[in-house]
């Protein structure tokens, strides 16, 4: 199971003891997975349609506590490989439906579709994490945090999801942005911090705590890499390094020898031969006295410069001969 479907079956089992928080609920689900339907006899129907049996049998124990409706659940089997079935509610046509629709915010008082959230929907903070849970249950999903940070609620309307984005907003530290996929707008987080407190919000709390275990067990990996490349970077710099500078010295001992440096150039030279893949600064610790890593490095400096001018040397001398 996907970490947003344990995500799911978690909110799903929350059921708030609250009627305010219990219609807010409802009326995001309907919302976002509920299509208005027309019957034969031209009145008005409403069915939810999720992939999830628990979201369903939510549904279902909401529009009777809050309602007392006697809905009907129709499963549709899908016949494609590998997909879930469908579980469809269907509230019928009643004559207090309009009424219903309204308290739910799909439509104003004059039975046109509400664009955006009914405000007294989400009047208290309590209402406002129930409709934030509903609309995530109905059209939201997580990515796990072993991949990319990602959370999204899809939905299909542009003034809805500005409405949505905005009471995310509301609580701290979370900045929803939203997006335009083809004809359906994302209102989505990317960080992690923000996915954090918004699973903390809607009551995921479960899900909250192995979303951060598994964060932390990533940061510290990705910490521990870090390290290891800093530190083979380090270590192929050290080895670089004493390539050139045995290189200098060879030059050195080939064309003049190293006893014709001074001893203090002669010292550092012969130990460098003697420990090719040791630091600088040990090498100053071999000294004796010892001497700092900045004083080895800049009789190092010494012998390259030597080592230049005897190969520029070296050079115009190959020159006369050619031209003799």
Not at 87 to 98: D, F
Not at 176 to 185: E, G, H
Not at 309 to 320: A, C, V
């Amino acid at each position: 199971m996907s970490f947003s479907m344990q995500t799911k079956d978690e909110l799903a089992r929350i059921f708030p003891e609250k009627r305010c928080c219990q219609k807010a609920e409802l009326a995001a689900l309907s919302r976002v997975d509920g299509t208005l339907i027309i019957s034969t006899n031209h009145r008005l129907g409403l069915q939810i349609v999720t992939e999830n049996a628990a979201v369903a049998r939510k549904i279902i124990r909401l529009g009777k506590q809050v309602f007392g409706l006697d809905v009907e659940l129709q499963i549709k089997k899908s016949m494609r490989l590998k997909k879930s079935n469908s579980y469809v509610v269907r509230i019928p046509s009643t004559a207090r439906l309009q009424e219903i629709l309204q308290e739910l915010g799909i439509l104003d008082n004059f039975g046109q579709i509400r664009p955006g959230i009914k405000k007294s929907l989400i009047r208290n903070s309590c209402c406002r994490r129930s409709y934030l849970r509903g609309a995530f249950l109905g059209a939201g999903s997580v990515n796990s945090p072993e991949g990319n940070y990602h959370l999204e609620i899809i939905v299909n309307d542009n003034t809805y999801a500005e409405d949505l984005a905005a009471l995310m907003n509301r609580f701290p530290d979370i900045q929803a942005k939203i997006s335009s996929r083809k004809n359906w707008k994302i209102v989505y987080l990317k960080e992690s911090e923000q996915i954090v407190n918004f699973l903390n919000v809607i009551g995921a709390h479960q899900a909250l705590l192995k979303f951060e275990n598994i964060r932390i067990v990533k940061g510290m990996r990705n910490q521990v890499n870090r390290l290891v490349n800093c530190e083979t970077a380090n270590l192929n710099k050290i080895v670089n390094a004493s390539m050139k500078q045995l290189e200098n010295i060879k030059i050195i001992q080939d064309m003049i020898g190293l006893d014709k440096l001074p001893l203090r150039l002669q010292t550092i030279a012969s130990l460098r031969l003697q420990n090719p893949d040791v630091s600088l600064k040990e090498l100053g610790e071999m000294m004796d006295p010892p001497i700092g890593k900045s004083g080895v490095n800049h009789r190092m400096r010494k012998l390259e410069e030597l080592a230049e001018e005897l190969k520029l040397r070296g050079q115009e001398i190959s020159k006369t001969m050619k031209k003799g």
